[in-house]
């Protein structure tokens, strides 16, 4: 299958700081990437889905100016949060998709945050 | 609103048997329905099942699509304790960005 890589796979920050996550597909072009969000015994929260190079589309309660997702070329998105708060720990994942003859799409290996 | 349920929620069992998770889903525009294995990181990908009553078959897993009644099953027979993980169920609707509406999951423990 394809393969999508996520960076870092896991990241302390202090409180008020920002911090970014990379996920990049390394052997295919990514039209869409998704990126989700998930607490401890708990599913996949789907955060936003980006397409290259337009505006995110957010999922209604997460905050456009606290997760802001980029994704500027087919094989590059990142989310960064921005003043992080300890309630934003969470383990973050991505996930990327091809072109429409790709009918799955691809998980990273996702990123655990920890907010102190 | 697009939902996905999942159950049951966790299931222990013993190593040899066989168990079987259930999915169903309420979706407008139904794509396909995905199966996803997550140990300690991200899921892994299992299964995609577009057509109802063909059966997909990966070694000791196995999963059907009813499109009629809304749901899915995923079997794992002979079951092992490297089968413990977390399974999760997905639709994907169609139109745009494609994105995947996830269940809440089914842990599995599966004990020596």
């Known amino acids: 299958g394809a393969v999508v890589s996520q960076h870092p796979s896991w990241v302390i920050c202090k409180s008020g700081t920002s911090v970014k996550i990379e996920c990049r597909s390394l052997d295919f072009q990514a039209t869409t990437m998704f990126w989700y969000r998930q607490f401890p015994k708990q599913s996949l929260m789907l955060m936003a889905t980006?397409?290259?190079?337009?505006?995110?589309?957010?999922e209604q309660g997460v905050e456009k100016d606290k997760f802001l997702i980029n994704h500027a070329s087919l094989t590059l998105s990142t989310l960064t949060v921005t003043s992080a708060h300890p309630e934003d720990s969470s383990f973050y994942i991505c996930?990327?998709?091809?072109?429409?003859?790709?009918?799955?799409?691809?998980f990273g290996q996702g990123t655990r945050l920890t907010v102190v | 609103e697009d939902k996905v349920v999942q159950s049951p929620l966790s299931l222990v069992v013993h190593e040899g048997d066989t168990v079987t998770l259930n999915c169903s889903y309420e979706v407008t525009n139904f794509r396909s329905l995905l199966w996803y294995k997550q140990e300690k990181k991200a899921p892994t990908f299992l299964f995609m099942l577009t057509s109802s009553g063909i059966e997909k078959k990966s070694g000791r897993l196995s999963s059907i699509l009813d499109k009629k009644e809304l749901f899915s099953i995923l079997n794992i027979t002979a079951t092992q304790t490297g089968d413990s993980a977390v399974y999760l169920c997905a639709v994907a609707p169609r139109g745009y960005g494609n994105k995947l509406v996830f269940g809440a999951g089914t842990i599995l423990r599966v004990k020596s």
């Open positions: 980006s397409n290259e190079g337009s505006k995110a589309t957010y």
């Open positions: 996930s990327a998709r091809g072109e429409q003859a790709m009918r799955e799409a691809f």
